[in-house]
């Protein structure tokens, strides 16, 4: 079956320093991978998703940047975080054969800027 | 561009009551698709419900059921006879293409014994 994890689940960070956050996928091949935001209050925020190696599309610009050095393995980086950065951070993945529209969530990365 | 509206922020109910939450959603596509996701405390979203723009049949699912009405751009979901493991935020999102999903902001649901 196909599993999702990212890490860390809690991070606290001071403004400026830098930030990777990792997901990884097993027990799929070539999934389309995504970061999500979910800010205090807000709704969750699409930041980048990537339908292959190396291949990442942007939504919003920000201070953010992401990269997928593997096939299964999608990365969230800063160089230097702001406090507006502060959020919960969902990687997602979703199957590429066949449209269903169902994203698979991973437990999610809390990020606290100070 | 695809928007999805949940106007209700917060719901608080007494276990046993029934609770519509509300999805307005605005898309240019003749066909798309539409979802409710649920957020458990502990933080991970999952899926509940799938409608394409070509089924507009209401659907119902144990305690849930969903009421897709194209003409008012909405698809609502309503919980029977809530219970506490009901409590949670859910999402109503639509389809941008490559799987990229518009969520709403959520609704909090509270439910208390």
């Known amino acids: 079956s196909q599993t999702i994890h990212q890490w860390p689940a809690t991070l606290v960070q001071p403004v400026g320093s830098p930030l990777s956050l990792e997901c990884t996928v097993e027990g799929t091949s070539n999934p389309n991978l995504y970061w999500y935001r979910q800010a205090a209050g807000r709704g969750l925020q699409l930041l980048f998703y990537?339908?292959?190696?190396?291949?990442i599309s942007s939504e919003v610009p920000q201070n953010l940047s992401a990269s997928r050095p593997q096939d299964r393995q999608f990365i969230l980086s800063s160089k230097k975080l702001l406090l507006s950065d502060s959020g919960f951070y969902l990687c997602?993945?979703?199957?590429?054969?066949?449209?269903?529209?169902?994203?698979?969530f991973g437990e999610g990365s809390r990020l606290t800027v100070l | 561009a695809q928007k999805v509206t949940q106007a209700q922020t917060e719901i608080s109910v007494v276990e046993k009551e029934d609770v519509t939450l509300d999805c307005v959603y605005e898309?240019?596509?003749?066909?798309?698709?539409l979802f409710w996701y649920k957020q458990p405390p502990s933080g991970e979203l999952v899926f509940l419900i799938r409608?394409?723009?070509?089924?507009?049949q209401n659907e119902i699912s144990g305690r849930y059921s969903w009421n897709f009405q194209k003409s008012t751009s909405s698809f609502n979901f309503t919980i029977t006879a809530s219970q506490v493991v009901d409590s949670a935020v859910y999402f109503c999102?639509?389809?941008?293409?490559?799987?990229?999903?518009?969520f709403g902001a959520g609704t909090r649901l509270a439910v208390h014994p």
């Open positions: 990537s339908v292959g190696i190396g291949q």
């Open positions: 999102a639509c389809d941008g293409g490559y799987n990229k999903l518009i």
């Open positions: 997602a993945w979703s199957g590429t054969s066949g449209y269903t529209g169902e994203l698979f």
């Open positions: 898309t240019r596509d003749t066909t798309y698709y």
């Open positions: 409608r394409n723009s070509f089924d507009e």
